[in-house]
């Protein structure tokens, strides 16, 4: 049920913002913020760092690098993770795992694309949402026995 307050708007929903080319539209630098959240616990945490994509060195892919810090559970330690994508000729693209394997299609000629991701027996559930040509916000939804957490990320072109 979507409820609302008298006399208040119900929260925007980020609009749209259409991207003919993702890998294009991805390059460069962009700081980023990431909210974590068990939904077993209600335990929080915060990712707070910076996204580049570039081109690998066989200029045959795009790396998509992430460093920055990440506190959780009152510690904070130094945290990132890289993972490739290989542009289509149509403007989409396929995420890789750094090794290789196959994360998920992306597609953002809409501006917005949800992505699904089986590991184990758990399901990782993203929602890109192009906001404009300098941010765009992620969210994935992972549940199965072994995770029950959403983490919600904001990429600000730098």
């Known amino acids: 049920m979507n409820a609302t307050v008298p006399g208040t708007a119900p929260a925007a929903v980020p609009t749209s913002h259409p991207v003919p080319d993702a890998v294009a539209y991805l390059a460069g630098h962009w700081s980023l913020d990431r909210t974590l959240i068990d939904l077993d616990t209600g335990s929080h945490g915060w990712f707070h760092g910076t996204a580049a994509f570039r081109p690998a060195a066989d200029e045959t892919h795009v790396l998509h690098t992430e460093d920055g810090e990440l506190s959780w559970n009152g510690t904070v330690n130094r945290a990132g993770r890289t993972l490739r994508m290989l542009p289509g000729p149509d403007g989409t693209a396929a995420v890789m795992f750094a090794d290789g394997r196959p994360f998920h299609h992306l597609d953002l ?21 192009v906001v404009s040509p300098d941010e765009w916000h992620l969210q994935w939804r992972t549940t199965g026995p072994a995770k029950n957490q959403e983490l919600r990320s904001v990429y600000r072109r730098q």
Request: hydrophobic content about 15%; glycine content about 14%.
């Open 109 to 129: 000629r809409t501006g917005h694309w949800t992505a699904r991701h089986p590991c184990g027996q758990d399901l990782y559930n993203g929602t890109y949402t």
